[in-house]
């Protein structure tokens, strides 16, 4: 008898609401917080804004979710400002 494992390739992905809003500073420390214990566990999520905008790409590494993080504007309509937009 044989048996056999398969893993299973899980991604994660944050979605961030970059709309302006009173609550957007904790957002992003929120946003920070789950991608520092997400890598924690070994796992490195894909970052975008509800708006469907790229922050940060899976596989990119926690520097480049976080240095999205810290740049990011909220823009109306969720069209946050990205890294590649400066």
């Known amino acids: 008898m044989r048996h056999e494992e398969q893993r299973l390739a899980l991604s994660t992905e944050l979605v961030i609401d970059a709309d302006p809003h009173p609550l957007f500073e904790r957002v992003v420390a929120a946003t920070a917080s789950l991608a ?3 890598a924690a566990e070994g796992l490195t999520p894909r970052l ?10 899976e596989g990119q590494g926690l520097s480049a979710i ?3 993080l810290s740049v990011i504007e909220a823009r109306p309509g969720g069209r946050a400002s ?5």
Do not use: C, F, H, N
């Open 36 to 38: 520092v214990a997400l």
């Open 48 to 57: 975008r804004t509800l708006g469907g905008l790229q922050l940060a790409p």
């Open 66 to 68: 976080l240095e999205a």
């Open 82 to 86: 990205s890294p590649q937009d400066r």
